[in-house]
């Protein structure tokens, strides 16, 4: 298992002489003004494990506009992962977020990870969609206290639409669709579905999405 220890800049691309005058290829690429903080918490779990962030162009999205990605955790990383620009991104203090192979991020996505993230292999999170594994706030109700914490676990071929909002304690199976607008609080244990409405549940079953 290696870790990152450097990152290229460029925006939209990576640049090509930077990368050929580097000692090795590098697994992590940033485009102008994506800000990392503690890179070596990063850990690229398989061969082909790559990060890059902010470095491809997506309609409305501008190069410049940056994200910050601040690791105080761990990131595992288990493939090639895309990140759109605008994302913010915290990953706390003995927290972990886990993402599997071809899965990518969409612009201005939102991750708070206190407890624990994981999202599967080949996922499309679309833009302003947040994942929230924490709320920072107790509740108490007929005076019990509440949970403030609790993972998420997203499967394989999820896609999540935009604005959805995933928070703790959240299970979504394989090939779910979660509608735009969405807000994913529960567990769901069905692959093949569509999640909808706040708070989400199933409106359609044997879905395919491409």
Request: charged share 20%; net charge negative.
């Given at each position: ?7 290229l800049f460029g925006e939209f691309r990576v640049s090509l002489p930077r990368t050929l005058a580097a000692r090795r290829p590098s697994r ?98 679309s833009w302003d969609v947040q994942l929230l594994d924490e709320d920072f706030h107790e509740v108490i109700v007929d005076g019990e206290v ?65």
């Amino acid at each position: 298992m290696s870790r990152a220890s450097d990152a290229l800049f460029g925006e939209f691309r990576v640049s090509l002489p930077r990368t050929l005058a580097a000692r090795r290829p590098s697994r992590l690429t940033a485009s102008r003004g994506f800000m990392v903080h503690h890179p070596e918490r990063i850990s690229f779990c398989t061969p082909d494990a790559r990060l890059r962030l902010g470095t491809h162009e997506f309609g409305f999205a501008r190069g410049d506009q940056g994200g910050l990605l601040r690791i105080d955790g761990e990131l595992e990383l288990r493939g090639n992962v895309q990140v759109g620009v605008g994302a913010g991104w915290a990953i706390g203090e003995g927290a972990r977020l886990s993402i599997g192979a071809r899965s990518y991020f969409s612009p201005n996505t939102t991750i708070v990870a206190m407890n624990s993230i994981s999202v599967g292999d080949d996922c499309a999170i679309s833009w302003d969609v947040q994942l929230l594994d924490e709320d920072f706030h107790e509740v108490i109700v007929d005076g019990e206290v509440r949970p403030t914490s609790g993972p998420i676990s997203i499967g394989n071929h999820v896609w999540i639409g935009s604005r959805a909002t995933i928070l703790k304690g959240a299970v979504i199976p394989d090939d779910t669709a979660v509608a735009a607008g969405a807000v994913v609080s529960g567990e769901f244990t069905e692959p093949g579905t569509v999640l909808a409405g706040c708070p989400a549940r199933v409106v359609c079953k044997n879905v395919v999405w491409t």
